[in-house]
Nanobody, 120 residues
């Protein structure tokens, strides 16, 4: 089994910054793409950013220039640095990871979610 544990969410004022972390542990052979999604109340879950094992990144248009995704492959950890936060960034943020196993099919795992609230 694989666990993804997120941390770093919280309450921040508009214009502020937060850094989210997500560490994967368990029966892992390798990890491909890792990413962050978010879901605001009444809305569908949407992609925020993703990063391949080689470091290629993809961002939602709404966060380009403000958020930066990175990863530490040695630690199986993905980060999301969020700057210039806006009210509309308020959501539950979920990380995911595409994990390869030695004797089981590859699959995508999800974290439990961490709340980010931007409010004055």
């Amino acid at each position: 089994q694989v666990q993804l544990v997120e941390s770093g969410g919280g309450l921040v004022q508009p214009g502020g910054s937060l850094r989210l972390s997500c560490a994967a542990s368990g029966s892992i052979l390798s990890i491909g793409t890792m990413g962050w999604y978010r879901q605001a109340p009444g809305k569908e879950r949407e992609l925020v950013a993703e990063i391949t094992s080689g470091g290629n990144t993809n961002y939602a248009d709404s966060v380009k220039g403000r958020f930066t995704i990175s990863r530490d492959n040695a630690k199986n950890t993905v980060y999301l640095q969020m700057n210039s936060l806006k009210l509309e960034d308020t959501a539950v943020y979920y990380c995911n990871a595409d994990v390869s196993h030695a004797y089981r099919p590859d699959r995508r795992y999800w974290g439990q979610g961490t709340q980010v609230t931007v409010s004055s």
